[in-house]
């Protein structure tokens, strides 16, 4: 039997529904699987599907500012080239990749051959087909098919060498670079292949000598492209170990813009993915400026800073230094405010195995807030988090053993979860009971 590309004449819809009618006979009338047959049916709906799309455009007169200067069809993906002409990505790539190295529509030479995603003609295509009926197939990820050409990487040292010229330029340069990082995977990848390229990109920021010299927008742009290029593995160790990061990173953390602070509370969460990077991040003196952060509760910034602040905490020396920085009051208190409770808990359940902080949890009220938690939650996670705290509270401060005792007289809570709880909870629950049980030689059914 011929392949349904080869099907012609009369109606093409009708001869491949055709096609598919006698497939399908096939499939059904024989005892076993016939994989052929099955494979003819695919192409015979795929060849359906793409036909009804192309009827289904053709009905409708599509904008110009939609079709690309190249197909002269509607974009699926499009992009736009280093002049700002936007174009589909799949004709605009066969375009270079042929060897030119100018705009087809404007003919001008191109500084690189970077295609950044059209994010809004995008959406406005996918919105005018929505009203039309038209569906619009997903496009490719494909943003980094081609590589990076030798004009690319010539164009890149030219924005780092930008850094360290006139304000304008550092500007301009900042913003790009951002923008690259952003949307270009490669683009990251060039910082680990030129010696010194994080330094170039931090310089502006590193002549600062006071917090009134530093440009907002500069701060935010340079701050976010090392948020961006921080997200490649093979960054993230050359990234912290650039003297002047992490240090950097902290003074966008006191005195940036919130979009800024979040930024660089979201590099410091990615960079501390590293083991090393934790232990240099936390010496650093970072955790400071990100409880901070997350006490002056700005809605924007507060998440990345608890990601942040809960990465770091799994080096027992963070910890300690996470305490003395005050975290435990400031989560207990954003807690109590019912403010992003799950990362919290969170956090708290991993302080819970420092002493001091499980003395100061107990000093600061910790026991009723937690016990109230667990009534009111119905998210496992959290409960189990709760009842970690509470647990190490009960063996580590005979008197709050009391308290717990009257709360579980009162509502039921630890004996409730020692029955209903996750396996781990109520492992925990069963536990403060049998203190309990011991401390005031009571008996309890769990």
């Not at 499939?27 to 709906?45: C, F, M, T």
């Not at 936007?86 to 087809?104: A, V």
């Not at 292949?193 to 500069?218: F, R």
């Not at 961006?228 to 813009?257: C, F, Q, W, Y």
Request: aromatic share 4%.
């Amino acid at each position: 039997m011929t392949k349904t590309a080869a099907v012609d004449g009369g109606d093409p819809a009708a001869e491949l529904k055709k096609e598919l009618q006698k497939v399908v006979k096939v499939i059904v009338s024989e005892d076993g699987i016939n994989v052929g047959a099955i494979d003819r049916a695919q192409q015979a709906l795929r060849s359906l599907w793409d036909l009804n799309t192309k009827q289904q455009r053709s009905s409708f007169s599509v904008p110009d500012e939609f079709r690309c200067p190249l197909s002269k069809e509607l974009m699926k993906d499009p992009v736009i080239v280093a002049n700002g002409q936007t174009y589909d990505r799949s004709f605009i790539q066969k375009w270079l990749k042929s060897g030119n190295r100018t705009c087809p529509r404007t003919q001008q030479v191109l500084s690189h051959t970077i295609l950044t995603p059209n994010q809004l003609i995008r959406d406005m295509i996918s919105q005018w087909c929505k009203m039309n009926g038209i569906q619009l197939p997903d496009p490719v990820d494909n943003l980094d098919e081609e590589g990076l050409t030798e004009a690319d990487r010539n164009h890149f040292l030219s924005l780092l060498e930008k850094m360290s010229s006139t304000l304008s330029e550092q500007r301009d340069a900042a913003r790009e670079l951002r923008m690259l990082t952003k949307s270009v995977p490669s683009f990251r990848a060039l910082f680990g292949e030129s010696e010194n390229s994080i330094a170039q990109l931090m310089y502006p920021l590193s002549k600062c000598k006071s917090e009134s010299e530093v440009q907002p927008q500069l701060q935010e742009d340079i701050i976010t492209a090392v948020l961006n290029l921080s997200i490649h593995d093979n960054n993230k160790k050359l990234v912290a170990e650039t003297p002047m990061v992490i240090p950097l990173l902290m003074d966008a953390l006191r005195s940036g813009t919130v979009g800024t602070r979040g930024n660089a509370a979201a590099a410091l969460f990615t960079l501390s993915a590293l083991d090393s990077n934790k232990s240099l991040i936390g010496k650093s003196g970072a955790l400071k400026p990100l409880i901070t952060l997350l006490e002056e509760g700005h809605p924007l910034a507060m998440k990345d800073a608890a990601s942040a602040i809960f990465n770091l905490c799994f080096l027992h020396e963070n910890k300690v230094r996470a305490v003395r920085d005050g975290a435990v009051s400031v989560i207990l208190e954003k807690i109590a405010n019912k403010v992003h409770v799950d990362e919290l808990l969170a956090i708290l359940a991993m302080l819970s195995s420092n002493q001091k902080a499980v003395e100061e949890m107990g000093e600061l009220g910790a026991v009723p807030c937690l016990l109230s938690l667990i009534r009111e939650t119905s998210c496992d996670r959290n409960k189990e988090n709760c009842i970690a705290v509470l647990y190490t509270i009960c063996f580590s401060d005979r008197t709050k053993c009391k308290e717990i005792r009257e709360e579980d007289i009162k509502y039921r809570t630890i004996s409730q979860l020692a029955r209903t709880g996750t396996s781990r909870a109520k492992r925990k629950a069963s536990s403060i009971l049998d203190r309990l049980n011991r401390a005031f030689n009571i008996t309890h059914s769990a």
